[in-house]
């Protein structure tokens, strides 16, 4: 009997109720359902026309619901070859041109590309566990220019991590916890 492909439900949008696959791959876990409804529901002011970035992209189901919703652009970085060619497999499915996807160790993404494409107005950042990736990847967020000036930062982390270092000028929002996962919403706070 052949193993059926684990499935995300997109929550919300012009998407709402598309399935799609993504693969076993040793710590991908998507988003649940719930937290991305409180999530969503949090950018839901923002999200129309907005230029995403997600950053571990694992089943893309951020950047899917992003798009779904009415975000002008994701770019999706994953390392996993599999989970890759999920990802492309599933933009083929859903028709768009607004989602990219490159195969890159996310943090390498940020210190050596090259952030010559608009700034982003929202970024997801959903690191494997345990790994300590969250502070790196906040530094070169902000070094490497990707934040564009009104930029919203969403965080899941495992709820042991009480705290991080936000890019500079970030302050955290919102905050809740589902289960063992910690959720945060950090924004730039404009100059006075």
Sequence with gaps: MAHLPNTLRIIGGSWRGRKLHFPDVDGLRPTPDRVRETLFNWLQPVIAGAHCLDLFAGSGALGFEALSRGAASVVMVERDGHAVQQLRENITILKTSAAQVIQCDALEFLINSRADVTPFDVVFLDPPYYQN?????????????????????YIEAELALQTFALPRGFEHT?????????YHLAVRQQSR
């Design 133 to 153: 990736l969250i502070n790196p990847c906040c530094t070169a967020l902000e070094s490497g220019g990707w934040l564009s000036a009104n930029s919203i930062l």
């Design 174 to 182: 919102r905050n809740k916890r589902a289960g063992q996962v910690g």
